[in-house]
């Protein structure tokens, strides 16, 4: 009977240290002190510490890896790639938060390539970050004048070159666009017939002065336009802040994007998604301007508007 009660308190022993032993691990790396992250550029040690969170993941299933973005503002320098790339990861869980999106900067330096991409992935977390590009991807101004196929738009005092934007999005063959929009200096709504004027091509004349050459099948519309009315120039020249196709069980929280230069959060061929608490913010004034929002529905005041999201 005494060996038998000995078997016993054996096997309760073993049987909670297999317990013990599959129980999820959570382990929170430091992007700074664990992996030497510079503001000046993020990447390096961005890309050692999915490695590595990987690597550890692998042998570890059960566990999740958070890695810490302590506050403040990291560059991240991704010409040719994005900017952060979790790509055929299935095993364990992975998160990737800030402290909070007050505190903790993103800048991704390259517009044509995505900011996070998430790819062939389970359990992916995005959270508590502010998420931004290092400039403006719209512009805007008011109509002087419309003639013959021509829309004279006076730019708005230190907005962006219409000329870059629209050479950008050609190369990138995304459509280019006169929007109207309605509103004061700090309130840019948009306008009640809120239609898409497509333009060919546009002139710098001089004196913040710029010439639309609009698309033939746009030249009525065009003519709809009077004088003063406000006009966003949107040309989509870029991609998405937060990307992902085959990602599964993916979260995205607590997020603020500005200087999108196209859909803030895009999840697609993706299920199991949580998106929650994103904003896409007009971002500060331009000499006492806010960014028009044509997207914002007619009178609407808060200075945000919906996170673009595409699940399918």
């Known amino acids: ?25 959570v382990v929170t790396k430091n992007m700074v002190t664990d992996y030497g992250m510079q503001a000046s550029n993020a990447k390096p040690a961005i890309d050692d510490a999915l490695a590595a969170a990987k690597s550890y993941l692998n042998k570890k299933p059960n566990d999740e890896v958070v890695l810490y973005f302590p506050a403040g503002t990291w560059n991240v320098e991704h010409p040719s790639t994005s900017g952060i790339y979790i790509d055929d990861w299935s095993a364990g869980r992975l998160t990737l938060r800030g402290e909070s999106s007050s505190q903790t900067t993103l800048v991704f330096s390259q517009f044509d390539q995505r900011g996070i991409k998430i790819r062939l992935t389970d359990h992916v977390t995005v959270e508590k970050m502010h998420l931004t590009r290092p400039r403006l991807y719209t512009t805007q101004g008011d109509v002087v004048w419309t003639l013959n196929g021509t829309v004279r738009v006076q730019l708005h005092d ?22 109207p929009f309605e509103g004061g200096p700090l309130n840019p709504v948009s306008s009640e017939v809120s239609t898409k004027i497509l333009f060919d091509d546009v002139v710098d004349v001089g004196g913040g002065l710029y010439d639309f050459t609009i698309k033939s099948t746009h030249i009525s519309t065009s003519l709809n336009l009077t004088t003063g009315q406000q006009v966003a120039v949107k040309c989509k020249a870029g991609t998405q802040m937060v990307f992902g196709i085959h990602a599964h069980n993916t979260t995205v929280q607590d997020i603020r994007i500005t200087n999108s230069s196209q859909d803030g959060v895009w999840m697609r061929e993706s299920d199991q998604q949580v998106v929650r608490r994103v904003t896409i913010d007009r971002g500060d004034p331009i000499n006492g301007r806010l960014r028009s929002s044509p997207s914002l529905p007619t009178g609407s005041t808060s200075g945000r508007r919906r996170v673009g999201v595409i699940s399918w």
């Open 1 to 25: 009977m005494v060996l038998s009660k000995s078997i016993r308190n054996i096997s309760v022993v073993l049987l909670l240290c297999f317990v013990h032993s599959t129980q999820a691990a």
């Open 158 to 179: 230190g907005f962006p070159d219409p000329v870059w934007l629209a050479n950008q999005a050609s190369s990138l063959t995304h459509e280019r666009v006169l929007v």
